[in-house]
């Protein structure tokens, strides 16, 4: 029963921090386009969700940079490390979306890609965790 527990906690923590992500990358995303306020994302909402993935970005590349990541985001970091992208390109790519962001910039499509990657990741994680959740 303390697996069920474990996994679900997990679960829970994944799936939270997917639903922030993904909120995030939508008004990101609609700022980039010039449409923030077509869906009525204010300018105090995109500085929030900026900085939510500055905090996520800068929080990501000091794990991915570490020996010993903690168990929270050990698997996307393992999926980081032993993909086709190497990790120095990971790496570079964190430093420089956090260096837009921190800078005030307009996030890029290239580094609008990266946050979907990375998303892509943690659905992926969701998913198996999900899977592994069901088979017990």
């Not at 527990?5 to 679960?11: A, E, H, N, P």
């Not at 659905?123 to 965790?129: G, I, V």
Request: proline share 2%; with cysteine.
């Amino acid at each position: 029963m303390s697996e069920l527990g474990s996994i679900s906690g997990k679960l829970q923590k994944e799936e939270k921090l997917l639903r922030e992500l993904n909120n995030a990358l939508l008004v990101i995303e609609a700022h980039a386009l010039k449409r923030s306020s077509d869906f009525g994302f204010s300018i105090k909402k995109v500085s929030e969700c900026r900085k939510f993935v500055l905090d996520f970005a800068t929080r990501l590349l000091s794990i991915i940079k570490e020996q010993a990541p903690p168990a929270e985001l050990k698997i996307i970091v393992e999926h980081i490390k032993s993909g086709m992208k190497p990790i120095d390109d990971w790496i570079e790519d964190l430093e420089t979306l956090i260096n837009q962001i921190q800078n005030n910039k307009e996030i890029g499509s290239e580094n609008l890609a990266i946050l979907e990657d990375i998303m892509s990741l943690l659905d992926s994680q969701f998913t198996d965790d999900l899977q592994r959740l069901y088979s017990l």
